[in-house]
Structure formats: structure tokens, C-alpha cells
């Protein structure tokens, strides 16, 4: 089973950006599908964005056209790139794999790994 470590999480003004990151190990990297989720208070976890492993990437939400995802297979890490950040993107953002796939996945049950989550706050 693959181990997932997220990090990069923080306090950022309205506006500003964030680079989260999300480090694997334990298993081969390129045969995981990568996710981001995140969860505000009183909300149910949602999905924000994957890539698979050729670098195919689907993003939705309130969040596309902001947040990029990225993958480096060499460092087993996937990153998300957060731009132009709202109070509404205050959330704990976890990261997530899933089998690999040429095609993408986006359903929570589809992801078999998670982190432990990193909270991003946006506030003025």
C-alpha cells in the first residue's frame, strides 16, 4: 500500500497562492492515479482535481481555471498549485491515490490511499 504525506497547507490572504505537495512512498508512484480532495467545515470531502499517469489531468468545481495539478514521477510527489484564492477554498485539502488508469477518476470510492489531510485557510 502506498503512504501519502501532504504538506504545504497554511494561512494565505484573499488572492494569494499556495503550492501543496504530497510525497508517496512504499510503492511505485507511476502506477498510481493521484487526487486532491477537500473537505470545509460541515461539508462532505469533494473532489478538486487528478492526474493520471501519463500526465492526463481533470479538474472541477469552483476551483478550475485557479488550481493546476502536477505530478514529478521522479520525486514521487504531486503537487497543487492554488491561485487566486478565496475564502470559499478554506478546506483540509487531502491527497489521494487510485489505480492507474489512461482514462481519469474523480469519485471519492475510486481512490484506495489517502493523507492525513492538510488544512489551507484563507482569511484576510
Known amino acids: 500500500q502506498v503512504q501519502l504525506t501532504e504538506s504545504g497547507g497554511g494561512l494565505v490572504q484573499p488572492g494569494g497562492s499556495l503550492r501543496l505537495s504530497c510525497a508517496a512512498s512504499?510503492?511505485?508512484?507511476?502506477?498510481?492515479?493521484m487526487g486532491w480532495f477537500r473537505q470545509s467545515p460541515g461539508n462532505e470531502r469533494v473532489f478538486v482535481a487528478s492526474?493520471?499517469?501519463?500526465?492526463?489531468?481533470v479538474n472541477v468545481g469552483p476551483s478550475a481555471g485557479r488550481f493546476v495539478i502536477s505530478r514529478d514521477n521522479a520525486k514521487s510527489t504531486v503537487y497543487l498549485q492554488m491561485n487566486n484564492l478565496k475564502f470559499d477554498d478554506t478546506a483540509v485539502y487531502y491527497c489521494?491515490?487510485?489505480?492507474?488508469?489512461?482514462?481519469?477518476?474523480?469519485?471519492?470510492?475510486?481512490?484506495?490511499?489517502w493523507g492525513q489531510g492538510t488544512q489551507v485557510t484563507v482569511s484576510s
Open positions: 489521494a491515490a487510485g489505480p492507474r488508469t489512461s482514462g481519469v477518476l474523480s469519485k471519492e470510492s475510486e481512490f484506495t490511499a
Open positions: 512504499g510503492r511505485t508512484f507511476s502506477d498510481y492515479t
Open positions: 492526474i493520471n499517469y501519463l500526465g492526463g489531468t
